[in-house]
């Protein structure tokens, strides 16, 4: 089947904030892994992740320090960047 532009795949990550579970959900066809990388607001790699399901995946943040990250990902040539607060 053809994706059709405004059907391009995206990722919601919920709760936010989150305290020990952090969900990822995708939207839209996903065909290839996704890489996901975890960075700490002082640009530390805390964590990094290769998912390849195309439903809603749980991912133990439990023993992240309290604070703000930046979360990039990385879907065939579709990137983005989402902010998650860990409380």
Do not use: C
């Not at 089947?1 to 919601?12: H, M």
């Not at 964590?47 to 065939?76: C, E, F, H, K």
């Amino acid at each position: 089947s053809t994706i059709e532009l405004n059907e391009a795949r995206s990722l919601r990550f919920f709760p936010n904030p989150a305290r020990d579970l952090l969900h990822v959900q995708w939207h839209g066809a996903l065909q290839d892994e996704t890489y996901l990388q975890v960075f700490s607001t002082d640009g530390k790699l805390m964590q990094d992740y290769i998912l390849n399901t195309t439903t809603t995946q749980s991912l133990d943040i439990s023993n992240w320090p309290s604070g703000v990250y930046m979360i990039r990902w990385q879907a065939g040539e579709e990137s983005g960047f989402n902010r998650v607060v860990k409380t």
